[in-house]
């Protein structure tokens, strides 16, 4: 019997606004770190640095910069380039070709019901003047899932909106332009373990993000991320140490659930900060110590892989032309779906 386990393609990315941090993390990466691990699996990670010029086209050069700090990120994780395709978006000239011919299968409307797109608008204050490439960056990513014949996209809950439009197109290209045939695969997306797929940020927000600059970061020297701890979000009625505090919405518990998941001492702390008596400065100590064994081996890593950048920009190019030559395969396939394959 045909194991549909056994193969499977992945593709994921991440924007190059900023490094990457503990949301991503958790979110996505170790999902990824696992899956290429598996036999049959193809991975496909790719760096959306034309994503990321759609809200920072005046600023190309943090989206430039950031590039590298991503895929030491991810190598810092244990995504292996021997193992996985890592790749820059605005190297793969078949993507925005597929975004194209994509463009016309979406209403305005459509588009304007996606409720991260609009949270992202409201977020960034756009206002009237929301930059188009941003308004449809999730057809670009419809592209980019679909180039690839991705069935699998381990994200965090925040793209849930995104997987559904890229399989809404899917189903359009697939009835218009397929004659009975699945030209486009149908993806599915994969989200990290419950109440692990959105990261809040350090300030209470629902949402860890490198925009918000809630976030801590994987590249964090130990002394930026004790005094982020000691920053966080807890309970603002919590004032004396005696008094009973809250653990819902109080962020240093919300993380060690995250990151101590079932140790016995976070749930006697619980108990103790609700009865009251147990001080906040406690709890983050704790929390330190724990995001310490996470984060350590991770910057020990990051900053060898860091001495040698060439290195780094060579398995990038490396991935970028496998990428390509992946895309341009699905893009032919496209196009001769359409018919505008005039000449062979
Ligand atoms: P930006 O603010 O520039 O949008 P971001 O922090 O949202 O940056 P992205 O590059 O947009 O990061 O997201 C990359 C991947 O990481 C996506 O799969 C996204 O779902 C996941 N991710 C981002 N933030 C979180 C979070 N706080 N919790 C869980 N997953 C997250
Ligand atoms: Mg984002």
């Known amino acids: 019997m045909?194991?549909?386990?056994?193969?499977?393609?992945?593709?994921?990315g991440d924007r190059p606004t900023g490094p990457l941090h503990l949301g991503h993390y958790v979110?996505?990466?170790?999902?990824?770190?696992?899956?290429?691990?598996?036999?049959?699996?193809?991975?496909?990670?790719?760096?959306?640095?034309?994503?990321?010029?759609?809200?920072?086209?005046?600023?190309?050069?943090?989206?430039?910069?950031?590039?590298?700090?991503?895929?030491?990120?991810?190598?810092?994780?244990?995504?292996?380039p021997k193992k996985s395709t890592i790749f820059i978006q605005s190297q793969i000239p078949a993507l925005p070709e597929l975004t194209v011919y994509y463009l016309n299968l979406v209403t305005v409307n459509r588009l304007k019901r996606n409720p991260t797109v609009k949270a992202e608008i409201q977020q960034k204050a756009f206002g009237q003047s929301i930059?188009?490439?941003?308004?449809?960056?999730?057809?670009?990513?419809?592209?980019?899932?679909?180039?690839?014949?991705?069935?699998?996209?381990?994200?965090?809950?925040?793209?849930?909106p995104m997987l559904e439009q890229?399989?809404?197109?899917?189903?359009?290209?697939?009835?218009?332009y397929g004659k009975g045939k699945d030209i486009l695969t149908m993806p599915d997306i994969l989200l990290a373990k419950e109440g692990q797929g959105r990261i809040p940020?350090?300030?209470?927000?629902?949402?860890?993000?490198?925009?918000?600059?809630?976030?801590?970061?994987?590249?964090?020297?130990?002394?930026?991320?004790?005094?982020?701890?000691?920053?966080?979000?807890t309970d603002p009625n919590h004032i004396r140490v005696e008094d009973p505090g809250q653990i819902e919405g109080n962020m240093v518990f919300t993380y060690l659930d995250i990151f101590a998941e079932g140790d016995p001492l976070v749930a006697e702390m619980k108990e103790h900060y609700q009865r009251g008596g147990l001080g906040d400065v406690k709890v983050k100590r704790?929390?330190?110590?724990?995001?310490?064994?996470?984060?350590?081996?991770?910057?020990?890593?990051?900053?060898?892989?860091?001495?040698?950048?060439?290195?780094?920009?060579?398995?990038?190019?490396?991935?970028?032309?496998?990428?390509?030559?992946?895309?341009?395969?699905?893009?032919?396939?496209?196009?001769?779906?359409?018919?505008?394959?005039?000449?062979?």
């Open 201 to 233: 940020g350090i300030d209470g927000n629902a949402k860890m993000s490198k925009s918000l600059g809630n976030a801590i970061y994987l590249k964090d020297s130990m002394d930026v991320v004790k005094k982020k701890v000691m920053s966080m979000y």
């Open 286 to 344: 704790y929390l330190i110590d724990i995001l310490d064994s996470v984060l350590t081996p991770i910057r020990e890593k990051r900053l060898a892989l860091a001495k040698d950048p060439a290195a780094v920009l060579e398995m990038l190019k490396v991935g970028s032309e496998r990428a390509r030559k992946t895309a341009d395969a699905t893009l032919q396939e496209v196009r001769q779906a359409i018919g505008v394959n005039y000449f062979g």
């Open 2 to 12: 045909e194991n549909k386990e056994a193969k499977e393609i992945i593709l994921t």
């Open 27 to 80: 979110g996505s990466l170790k999902n990824r770190v696992l899956l290429q691990d598996k036999p049959g699996h193809t991975s496909y990670i790719m760096i959306a640095d034309q994503q990321a010029l759609t809200d920072n086209a005046d600023n190309p050069k943090k989206v430039v910069e950031n590039v590298i700090e991503v895929a030491l990120d991810y190598m810092a994780c244990g995504l292996d």
């Open 166 to 176: 890229t399989r809404e197109i899917v189903h359009s290209f697939n009835q218009i």
């Open 131 to 160: 930059p188009t490439g941003f308004f449809v960056y999730p057809i670009s990513q419809a592209a980019d899932i679909t180039a690839f014949k991705a069935s699998l996209v381990p994200v965090g809950d925040d793209q849930r």
